[in-house]
């Protein structure tokens, strides 16, 4: 059973910062790109970032509205992908979301979400 269970959200002062963390289980961890995508109250789910899979580089892409201030990466040897996320602002406030694509097996699995906050 695929499991994305997300971690490590909160309540954070604006230019604070907070690491999320996905640990996932239930398919081969190295061979799916993982992702976080982010769904403000009101708005459409965005993707944040994503690290591709081992045997493609591992390859890091970031939406323009955090890069320099987020950064992703995996480990492989705990099946976690985790999400630096520095100098917060009130409009990172979301609830985060994990995701694992595993092209090549036709996988698509979300986690239930980790709530940001960014408030004084």
């Known amino acids: 059973q695929v499991q994305l269970v997300e971690t490590g959200g909160g309540l954070v002062q604006p230019g604070g910062s907070l690491r999320l963390s996905c640990a996932a289980s239930?398919?081969?961890?190295?061979?799916?790109?993982m992702s976080w995508y982010r769904q403000a109250p009101g708005k459409e789910r965005e993707l944040v970032a994503v690290?591709?899979?081992?045997?493609?580089?591992?390859?890091?892409r970031y939406a323009d509205s955090v890069k320099g201030r987020f950064t992703i990466w995996r480990d492989n040897a705990a099946n976690r992908v985790y999400l630096q996320m520095i100098s917060l602002k009130s409009e990172d406030t979301a609830v985060y979301y994990c995701?694992?694509?595993?092209?090549?097996?036709?996988?698509?699995?979300w986690g239930k979400g980790t709530l940001v906050t960014v408030s004084l």
């Open positions: 239930g398919f081969t961890f190295s061979n799916a790109a």
């Open positions: 690290i591709t899979s081992t045997s493609t580089g591992g390859r890091t």
């Open positions: 995701n694992a694509l595993e092209i090549e097996a036709g996988g698509d699995y």
